[in-house]
């Protein structure tokens, strides 16, 4: 069936290092990936998108990578700062109007 | 410009009741769509509303129904509650039903089933 997941559950990262959040999804014709930050209390709140026929995008202090073949997405956040701490999703867009969430990576910033 | 906003933000409800959930899209925004967000797991999409009509529908069963109305606000409701319903429910405007249009997330209504 189809499935978008994440690796690690939690990640606590270092203020001011780089945080890598996986997440792997299972249905090749998704074509357009988005992640979500969703802190303690809010909705989701968009971050950055991709679509298939690109492989990496770049937005302020966070990179998505796309790997078509493994069928592999990664949030990158440089300089990661308190602010960052939330739970981060990925989010596939198979059919326009519906997208399938992952179950989450919370990262947790560590002064 | 006034983000999107549901009310109310806590319910408890008994197995069995029915519930309205309610949200107010963004100004401008003429796509709603609901989602359940149990503890712990990502948002499952529900359904999505376009200018009044049902645009989409997720693995939900027909007790989980919506409306949209003219001003672009919308409900959610469900029948015959249980305690699987337990979940933070999330309503997410867009200027439109095409993925271009990004998603504006509420913070959520807390159903707890008892």
């Known amino acids: 069936g189809e499935s978008v997941g994440l690796h690690l559950p939690t990640l606590s990262v270092q203020e001011g290092d780089n945080s890598i959040i996986n997440c792997a999804y299972s249905n090749s014709a998704s074509d357009y990936f988005i992640w979500y930050k969703q802190e303690s209390g809010k909705g989701p709140q968009f971050i950055i998108d991709?679509?298939?026929?690109?492989d990496k995008r770049q937005g302020q202090r966070v990179t998505v990578l796309l790997n078509k073949t493994v069928k592999h997405l990664s949030l990158q956040i440089a300089a990661t700062q308190p602010g960052d701490s939330a739970v981060y999703f990925c989010?596939?867009?198979?059919?326009?109007?519906?997208?399938?969430f992952g179950t989450g990576t919370r990262l947790k910033v560590l002064a | 410009e006034t983000g999107v906003t549901q009310s109310p933000t806590h319910l408890i409800k008994t197995r069995g009741q029915q519930v309205t959930l309610r949200c107010s899209s963004q100004s401008g925004h003429n796509t709603v769509s609901w989602y359940q967000q149990a503890l712990g797991q990502g948002p499952q999409f529900i359904f999505q509303?376009?200018?009044?009509?049902?645009?989409g529908r997720g693995n939900f069963p027909p007790r989980f129904s919506g409306l949209q109305f003219p001003n672009y606000s919308s409900e959610l409701n469900v029948n015959a509650l249980e305690l699987d319903d337990s979940a933070l429910y999330l309503c997410?405007?867009?200027?439109?039903?095409?993925?271009?249009?990004?998603?504006?997330f509420g913070p959520g209504t807390r159903l707890t089933v008892l």
């Open positions: 989010a596939e867009n198979i059919i326009r109007r519906r997208y399938i």
């Open positions: 509303y376009y200018r009044e009509e049902e645009n």
């Open positions: 997410a405007s867009s200027l439109g039903q095409g993925r271009d249009n990004e998603q504006f």
């Open positions: 991709i679509r298939s026929n690109m």
